[in-house]
């Protein structure tokens, strides 16, 4: 039994070493000089062949990438704030609209509505390249294209998070819902006082999935906007080479920030919502 263990545990922090080593070596290679690192990338980013030298710890540890990056790259700010104004809008726009219609489907009963939910789920398991020549043709009817509500509209309107969301709202009980009826509470004030509270878990879930998603999204700003004042921070770390490459990793590192806080102010939600996610109706 104690070799089961030993051997289970040895497994987890092996695994665990393969998938922090990426964002171990980006945070030291952020820190280490110009001259180091283009001494170690030179192979592959110059294309001329040989093996990287990468030594782990930085001979000459600088905080010049950093300053540079924050102070001196005024394209950042811009793409990160991009970043920031397109997961926002998408997140509250999606909260207005999956929420309700989560509800919908876990707390009426109606004609069609295992139909329109079957038909959800599937919208759901379909990639964006299947998705991406309706919603071209859809925006640029609409002249949308080239701005950034082409990337966030369709997003809103995501049926993810609400098959999550009501996934939590069917773990509100049913009598809880019917006593409150009863007592004379109306319909939108069992929504708000009992389904949120009791859903939250699914709801934060939802936010916190969606925004680890949206934050690092590549295909749907690549494929609607031609603009590169308009690109999220997640199409500017491509941008740059060798030259830049301590300003890239630095780049790395503070576009990981956010998504490392959200996970870890949200995790307890996220387990929760899955939790909630998993549970028979």
């Known amino acids: 039994m104690k070799g089961k263990k030993a051997a289970a545990a040895f497994l987890t922090v092996f695994l665990a070493a393969v998938v922090c080593a990426p964002v171990v070596l ?4 952020s820190v280490k000089s110009g001259r180091e690192l283009a001494g170690s990338l030179e192979p592959v980013l110059t294309g001329t062949g040989g093996m990287i030298r990468f030594k782990l710890l930085p001979l000459y540890p600088t905080a010049r990438h950093f300053i540079k990056l924050l102070f001196w790259t005024p394209d950042f700010f811009s793409v990160f704030w991009n970043s920031v104004r397109i997961t926002v809008f998408i997140l509250i726009g999606q909260l207005l609209v999956s929420v309700p219609s989560a509800w919908a489907f876990a707390a009426f009963k109606w004609k ?5 939910f079957t038909l959800y789920v599937i919208l759901m398991l379909l990639p964006f390249q299947v998705t991406m020549l309706p919603s071209y043709l859809v925006l640029n009817k609409m002249n949308l294209m080239d701005t950034q509500a082409a990337v966030i509209l369709p997003a809103v309107f ?8 009501y996934r939590g709202f069917t773990a509100v009980p049913k009598e809880l ?3 409150a009826r009863v007592e004379g509470a109306g319909e939108f004030i069992v929504f708000l006082k009992i389904g949120i509270p009791l859903g939250s878990p699914g709801i934060l879930s939802a936010a916190v999935l969606g925004f680890l998603d949206y934050w690092n999204m590549m295909e749907q700003p690549l494929a609607f ?5 308009l690109w999220p921070l997640s199409l500017y770390l491509p941008e740059i080479g060798l030259e830049q490459a301590g300003t890239a990793l630095a780049a790395s590192v503070v576009t990981l920030v956010p998504a490392v806080f ?3 102010v949200g995790q307890d939600y996220l387990e929760q919502g899955i939790v909630a996610s998993g549970m028979k109706e």
């Not at 995501?158 to 969301?165: N, Q």
Request: net charge positive; hydrophobic share 60%.
């Open 26 to 29: 980006v945070i030291l290679g």
């Open 112 to 116: 069609w509505k295992n139909v329109l």
């Open 158 to 165: 995501s049926t993810f998070p609400v098959f999550l969301v």
């Open 177 to 179: 819902l019917d006593a």
């Open 225 to 229: 906007l031609r603009d590169k004042s």
């Open 262 to 264: 959200v996970f870890v």
